[in-house]
């Protein structure tokens, strides 16, 4: 669970898949008109580090296929990236998009059980008695 | 989690110190320094488990906590700290007088606490501790695809509660993100948390330290209140850790039940004063309902920050983080060892072998050991949860939560105050929020609250502890309690009787009034009858009536005994004395 860092790198490594101008930390920090400028100047938005993303993801990719999806993943940015010309001073951040009225969207605190438990258990590639087993934890994979 | 990457960012100038450690320059070994690290967890824990709170509860062989790899004997643990409370030393050893460098450490503390609710946080799966193995699952908190999470409208509740009582600013707009790991107890592969935008926010808890320890009032900062889900429960198959284990089983009954994550500001400064923090927080929230805040069974877990500095330097130290404390004196005397450690490591000019990680404190050898070390900065690449809505809150709702709050501890302990009961048994009656509640009754129904407060954490508390009940199954009601402190009171019985029918009132639940009539307990009053009790008393005794005459005078305290002796314990002693002298000189 919590391994600590600064707040500033894991928003970094985040940063990195997003245009800059997306705030992806608090919306309601604005980003200050200083470095807003500068950044809608030059419409460049760093491209992911292929290796590094597919390591955290747990993903194996060989070299080639990096080389071959790499372009791909930096149009995409690129594409995004075009969201940094638009002009949001003034303009209310939103926190999330289609905000729903707050009681509609929450639930009552009564207990049911769910129906097919049975089937869904059934289903688990391994168990052990009651319960689900996984292959022996590697100590790099400790949270 | 996030929070602490928050805290650092947010830590601003700190109140001064209030406890500053001396650390001996002469004991510059690791063997040197042992003897005196025993000796100050033995005295510092014996006060910590005096204010000691966390309930005796039920355990399991299962890690509480995924994060925990490291399990250690729970039966060690318990004999340890039963060893701790037996200690009744109230001094506390701190090196004063020897000389060196002064330095102090800077404690923050992240705080789970699993809330009380029917259901987890974003299914209907029931999520009570203690079912069967994966009981309580569904396609939701299994992290199967295709299905969406609903919030449980009371963690908004309970957020906003205990965001209040802790005097937070509460968020009228906040949101969900997602914190990506990967764990076999996470079966989403992301935990839902609220990364920048709690719940709450920027409070305190005020916390008054033990009368024993040297007390004081003090007021901690809380950084942030946040919603987030918990993880499954992991068994490391063939050893009692992950090391050696050669599989794990999985258990995701408490994957999804909710939690409340407090964040405190970096504003302890001793073990002490954090582990009082945490029973303060476990009070909290346990007068708010909101969680049963039960340590053992890991429905509240905290993990502490602690850093070193010269005393009077503003900078913070190379911070650690120590987990896996179960017990507020097992987080005292984590707090003391890895202080020591690392002064001990400044001392020695090897302040650079303090380094950014986790460690875990071992309470069968009572020390800290390093658990995995901060090499690259973990990732979790959170971004807000795409499958709920932002929470939206309005000032009605906040103002009717707040209207239910309860008295809260610091409140009541101010109450207590203008009662004029002493710090000591202010701190003892409102540990509890039963036992609170209790004398709370005992006092409305007119006991004195001397008296009551006297009678509960005496007789009734000793009788408790014996029986393995909890106040509130107390066949003695209030009303009862009340009623007998008013016999004591106007005189109808003596303490010695009340003192004699307490088993029966404890055993039966009766009236006191019935059970003094039915046993003919009343005191006896009567100036005529006393006096005849005495003139039979003093005319068996006549050779030591000669002898008190003839100046023995000590002889009144043996009259006393047989006129005593003669009324059956129940004759009114006062009274009884005053006609004894008049009769002795007579």
């Given at each position: 669970m919590m391994a ?50 597919c390591d955290k993801a747990r993903i194996s ?44 969207a929450l639930r009552a605190d009564t207990p049911v059980i769910f129906e097919e438990r049975e089937t869904m258990i059934a289903s688990l590639p391994d168990r052990e008695g009651p319960y689900m087993r996984v292959p022996k934890i590697l100590k790099e994979n400790v949270e | 989690m ?55 509860g039920g355990f399991t062989n299962n890690s509480p906590q995924p994060v925990s790899s490291v399990r250690i004997s729970r039966k ?36 789970h606490v699993q809330l009380a609710t029917a259901t987890k946080a974003f299914c209907s799966c029931p999520s009570q501790y203690g079912s069967e193995p994966n009981a309580n699952v569904c396609p939701i908190c299994m992290g199967l695809p295709g299905c969406l999470p609903v919030l449980n409208e009371k963690c908004v509740e309970f957020g ?16 969900f993100d997602r914190k990506q790991y990967f764990y076999p107890d996470l079966p989403k592969g992301y935990q839902i948390s609220q990364f ?30 946040h919603m987030e889900e918990d993880a499954g429960k992991l068994i490391h198959a063939g050893a009692d850790q992950l090391s050696g284990s050669t599989h794990s089983q999985v258990d995701l009954n408490r994957a999804g039940v909710p939690l409340l994550e ?28 909101v969680g049963n805040g039960n340590m053992q069974e890991g429905s509240m877990r905290?993990d ?19 987990k896996n404390?179960n ?44 658990m ?6 973990a990732?979790y690449r959170y971004f807000p949860e795409p499958d709920l809505p932002?929470v ?195």
């Amino acid at each position: 669970m919590m391994a600590s860092s600064s707040s500033s790198a894991a928003l970094l490594a985040h940063a990195r898949l997003l245009p800059r101008r997306l705030p992806p930390l608090s919306p309601f920090v604005r980003p200050c008109s200083a470095s807003s400028a500068s950044s809608s100047s030059t419409r460049q938005v760093e491209p992911p580090n292929l290796a590094q993303l597919c390591d955290k993801a747990r993903i194996s990719l060989s070299a080639k296929e990096i080389e071959e999806f790499s372009p791909q993943i930096s149009k995409v940015v690129d594409w995004f990236a075009q969201l940094q010309d638009v002009d949001v001073e003034n303009i209310e951040p939103a926190i999330r998009v289609g905000a729903l009225d707050g009681k509609s969207a929450l639930r009552a605190d009564t207990p049911v059980i769910f129906e097919e438990r049975e089937t869904m258990i059934a289903s688990l590639p391994d168990r052990e008695g009651p319960y689900m087993r996984v292959p022996k934890i590697l100590k790099e994979n400790v949270e | 989690m996030a929070s602490a990457r928050l805290v650092r960012a947010t830590m601003v100038a700190l109140p001064s110190a209030v406890c500053v450690y001396r650390c001996s320059s002469g004991s510059n070994s690791a063997s040197a320094l042992r003897p005196a690290f025993h000796r100050r967890f033995v005295a510092v824990s014996a006060c910590a488990s005096a204010e000691g709170s966390s309930p005796a509860g039920g355990f399991t062989n299962n890690s509480p906590q995924p994060v925990s790899s490291v399990r250690i004997s729970r039966k060690q643990q318990r004999a340890q700290s039963a060893r701790v409370v037996s200690q009744q030393s109230s001094t506390r050893v701190t090196e004063e007088n020897a000389g060196g460098s002064e330095y102090e450490a800077v404690i923050g503390i992240e705080t789970h606490v699993q809330l009380a609710t029917a259901t987890k946080a974003f299914c209907s799966c029931p999520s009570q501790y203690g079912s069967e193995p994966n009981a309580n699952v569904c396609p939701i908190c299994m992290g199967l695809p295709g299905c969406l999470p609903v919030l449980n409208e009371k963690c908004v509740e309970f957020g906003v509660r205990l965001g209040l009582a802790l005097h937070s600013d509460i968020a009228l707009k906040s949101k969900f993100d997602r914190k990506q790991y990967f764990y076999p107890d996470l079966p989403k592969g992301y935990q839902i948390s609220q990364f920048d935008i709690p719940i709450a926010s920027n409070g305190f808890l005020e916390v008054d330290l033990p009368v024993e320890c040297g007390g004081g009032h003090k007021r901690f900062g809380i950084t942030r209140v946040h919603m987030e889900e918990d993880a499954g429960k992991l068994i490391h198959a063939g050893a009692d850790q992950l090391s050696g284990s050669t599989h794990s089983q999985v258990d995701l009954n408490r994957a999804g039940v909710p939690l409340l994550e407090i964040v405190s500001e970096p504003d302890m400064r001793t073990g002490l004063e954090a582990a009082e923090y945490a029973a303060e927080l476990q009070r909290t929230v346990r007068y708010l309902g909101v969680g049963n805040g039960n340590m053992q069974e890991g429905s509240m877990r905290c993990d502490v920050n602690i850093s070193v500095r010269p005393k009077g330097r503003a900078q913070f130290g190379t911070k650690v983080e120590i987990k896996n404390m179960n017990s507020f004196s097992a987080m005292q005397r984590a707090i003391e060892y890895e202080f020591e450690r690392q002064v001990q490591l400044i001392d020695e000019g090897e302040g650079d072998k303090i380094v950014q990680e986790t460690r875990l404190w071992e309470e069968a050898a009572q020390r800290t050991t390093t658990m995995r070390k901060k090499e690259g900065l973990a990732d979790y690449r959170y971004f807000p949860e795409p499958d709920l809505p932002e929470v939206i809150l309005n000032e009605e709702y906040i103002e009717s939560v707040r209207a239910t709050l309860p008295e809260l501890p610091n409140e009541k302990r101010r109450r207590y105050e203008t009662l004029g009961l002493s710090m000591q048994d202010i701190l003892v009656l409102t540990n509890d929020i039963d036992v609170a509640a209790y004398f709370d009754a005992v006092l409305e129904k007119g006991g004195d609250v001397k008296m009551a407060a006297n009678w509960i954490m005496g007789d009734i508390t000793a009788y408790l502890k014996n029986e393995k009940q909890s106040i509130t199954e107390l066949k003695l009601t209030p009303p009862t309690l009340a009623e007998l402190i008013g016999l004591i009171k106007d005189g109808t019985i003596s303490g010695k009787i009340a003192k004699e029918i307490l088993p029966e009132l404890l055993e039966s639940g009766a009236s006191a009034k019935s059970i003094v009539e039915k046993k003919g307990l009343l005191q006896i009053s009567d100036v005529a009858t006393i006096e005849k009790m005495i003139d039979e008393v003093l005319e068996k005794n006549s050779s030591q009536l000669e002898a008190y005459r003839g100046g023995k005078t000590k002889l009144q305290g043996f009259f006393v005994g047989q006129v005593m002796k003669a009324s059956g314990g129940k004759v009114n002693p006062a009274l009884m004395n005053k006609l004894l002298i008049e009769k002795l000189n007579g």
